[in-house]
């Protein structure tokens, strides 16, 4: 299985600030998403990342609050932008290891805005 | 979309306890995973199983893709295993994103 690792695993941030949250895995990966996690909730997909283009968003997230990028097979950013309490969240990065078909997390980054 | 729905949404075990948890799908799969998230967000794969019977220490799982349900069975309960469990499946006609059901939350008491 794969190792992916995320930084910072928590922050607390102000409103109207943005974050940064780095995914790095241990092997090349072709897959990678990001997700979100809100209090009490399950998870929901924001994107795919890809490499080498933009990404691929799901529907009621835009590029404009949550850019991502992929610069090579073993990692990604994903940036909360314009922060709001909303924002607060557990947002997880996943490759999918693809021989297996087998989706993994990395360990979360627990965001809270006041 | 396909809808995934888990049950109980909750459930409060005694140690020494066996259960069952369900997952039921609404449209064909080609992947489903079994995660347990602990209580510090951590999401710990334990079961790739779209299909059959797989067995792991006090944990199996079994998954009917005919029926379009899955269980997870969890023998003699300790309180490591609390957390909540999620149900995720991949449609056969997506190209990689797996759709989440609402978790159960397990609490195992001493």
């Known amino acids: 299985s794969a190792v992916i690792s995320q930084k910072p695993s928590r922050d607390i941030c102000q409103r109207g600030t943005s974050l940064t949250i780095q995914c790095q895995v241990d092997?090349?990966?072709?897959?990678m998403f990001w997700y979100r996690q809100q209090p009490g909730q399950s998870l929901t997909l924001i994107a795919t990342?890809?490499?080498?283009?933009?990404?691929?968003?799901e529907s009621g997230f835009v590029i404009d609050k949550f850019p991502i990028s992929r610069p090579n097979l073993t990692f990604s950013t994903l940036t909360v932008s314009n922060m709001s309490p909303e924002d607060s969240s557990i947002y997880l990065c996943?490759?999918?290891?693809?021989?297996?078909?087998?989706?993994?997390f990395g360990p979360g980054t627990r965001l809270t805005v006041l | 979309g396909i809808q995934v729905e888990q049950s109980p949404p909750d459930l409060i075990l005694q140690e020494g306890a066996n259960s069952t948890l369900r997952c039921n799908f609404s449209?064909?799969?080609?992947?489903l995973q079994w995660f347990h998230q602990n209580p510090w967000g951590q999401l710990i794969n334990l079961f790739y199983?779209?299909?059959g019977t797989k067995q792991n220490g006090r944990l199996s799982a079994t998954t009917v893709a005919t029926e379009r349900y899955s269980l997870l069975y969890i023998s003699s309960s300790q309180t490591t295993d609390s957390g909540v469990y999620f149900c995720?499946?991949?449609?056969?006609?997506?190209?990689?994103?797996?759709?989440f059901g609402a978790g159960t939350q397990v609490v195992v008491t001493p």
């Open positions: 199983i779209p299909s």
């Open positions: 092997s090349q990966v072709t897959m």
């Open positions: 996943s490759v999918l290891w693809a021989f297996y078909n087998e989706q993994f």
């Open positions: 995720a499946v991949k449609p056969t006609d997506s190209w990689g994103k797996l759709q």
């Open positions: 990342a890809n490499q080498g283009s933009e990404a691929t968003y």
């Open positions: 449209d064909s799969v080609n992947n």
